[in-house]
């Protein structure tokens, strides 16, 4: 695996309106906490993002959490900087060894119904190295397709298993 490294200590704002930012709407037919809760799961996120989750701090999560994700051969250290119980929650790469300068996400859980609620994914980044504008933006549109298309899995995870997250 590669070297990890530092990245800058952007805020729990950069997602909202950082270098390269972008938001993903997805409806799920599920309330909010349910969709939270799925989220807290880390072996959920093998399911519908294809990534790697191990908490690296004990329950009950909260601001200051920390986690690993593994991810294609590559490691990343996040800290989680927003956590509103059964609403929203929002970390930033704190070590990769992906060549990002900065990285953060936001995942809101806003009710639209009773039983159904959308999720906000933001994220913004910024690429590092001499290529970064260009490689900058092929990740940036890479990332975009497979996000709605692990989102897209997400709703349908709530689908086939009502229930599970309740």
Same mark, same amino acid.
């Given at each position: 695996?590669?070297?990890?490294?530092?990245?800058?200590?952007?805020?729990?704002?950069?997602?909202?309106?950082?270098?390269?930012?972008?938001?993903?709407?997805?409806?799920?037919?599920?309330?909010?906490?349910?969709?939270?809760?799925?989220?807290?799961?880390?072996?959920?996120?093998?399911?519908?993002?294809?990534?790697?989750?191990?908490? =690296?701090?004990? *329950?009950?999560?909260?601001? @200051?959490?920390?986690?690993?994700? %593994? /991810?294609?051969?590559? $490691?990343?250290?996040?800290?989680?900087? =927003?956590?509103? *119980?059964?609403?929203?929650? @929002?970390?930033?790469?704190?070590? %990769? /060894?992906?060549?990002? $300068?900065?990285?953060?996400?936001?995942?809101?859980?806003?009710?639209?119904?009773?039983?159904?609620?959308?999720?906000?994914?933001?994220?913004?980044?910024?690429?590092?190295?001499?290529?970064?504008?260009?490689?900058?933006?092929?990740?940036?549109?890479?990332?975009?397709?497979?996000?709605?298309?692990?989102?897209?899995?997400?709703?349908?995870?709530?689908?086939?298993?009502?229930?599970?997250?309740?």
């Amino acid at each position: 695996m590669p070297k990890l490294k530092d990245l800058a200590p952007v805020d729990a704002e950069y997602a909202l309106s950082g270098s390269n930012q972008n938001t993903l709407v997805q409806p799920i037919a599920a309330p909010a906490a349910s969709l939270f809760r799925c989220l807290e799961d880390g072996p959920a996120w093998k399911e519908w993002l294809g990534i790697d989750v191990e908490w =690296t701090s004990p *329950e009950p999560f909260g601001v @200051g959490t920390t986690r690993t994700v %593994t /991810t294609s051969g590559q $490691r990343i250290d996040e800290l989680f900087l =927003t956590w509103d *119980e059964g609403e929203r929650m @929002g970390f930033r790469f704190e070590r %990769t /060894t992906m060549p990002f $300068r900065a990285f953060a996400e936001h995942y809101e859980c806003a009710p639209t119904g009773a039983e159904t609620c959308e999720l906000r994914w933001s994220y913004a980044f910024e690429w590092g190295g001499p290529l970064a504008p260009v490689l900058g933006k092929a990740f940036g549109a890479a990332f975009a397709l497979k996000g709605k298309r692990s989102l897209s899995k997400l709703a349908s995870l709530f689908e086939e298993q009502p229930g599970r997250w309740s």
